[in-house]
């Protein structure tokens, strides 16, 4: 069964860096196709980061500059580097990894088929 499980969330202040992890049992991340969302309660999951079909990494336009998507291969592990956190940054952060039933582009939710639960970034101005 696989099972992807984010660390790493929390608490920070306006300007602060945050790392989230995300660690996979079941599942061998490719160089591609992996992905970080994001999700405020009433709006859509909004796609952060990823690695697409090319091997590209790929940021939301809100993000770029500040985030950086990254994997550890020995750990199977794939990363989120976050800096300049904003408070617009607060919400739930989800992992993402394989090719889902559709491809709808690198940072449409319906083009992945693993997702992890999620890990809680809040961000105070």
């Known amino acids: 069964q696989v099972q992807l499980v984010e660390s790493g969330g929390g608490s920070v202040q306006a300007g602060g860096s945050l790392r989230l992890s995300c660690a996979a049992s079941g599942y061998t991340f490719l160089n591609h196709d992996i992905a970080w969302f994001r999700q405020v309660p009433g709006k859509e999951r909004e796609g952060v980061a990823v690695?697409?079909?090319?091997?590209?990494?790929v940021y939301a336009d809100s993000v770029k500059g500040r985030f950086t998507i990254s994997q550890d291969n020995a750990k199977n592990t794939i990363l989120l580097e976050m800096s300049g956190l904003q408070p617009e940054d607060t919400a739930v952060y989800y992992c993402?990894?394989?090719?889902?039933?559709?491809?709808?582009?690198?940072?449409?939710?319906?083009?992945?088929?693993?997702w992890g639960q999620g890990t809680q970034v809040t961000v105070s101005s």
């Open positions: 993402a990894a394989g090719r889902g039933p559709e491809w709808r582009g690198p940072l449409s939710a319906v083009s992945y088929n693993y």
């Open positions: 690695i697409d079909d090319w091997a590209r990494r």
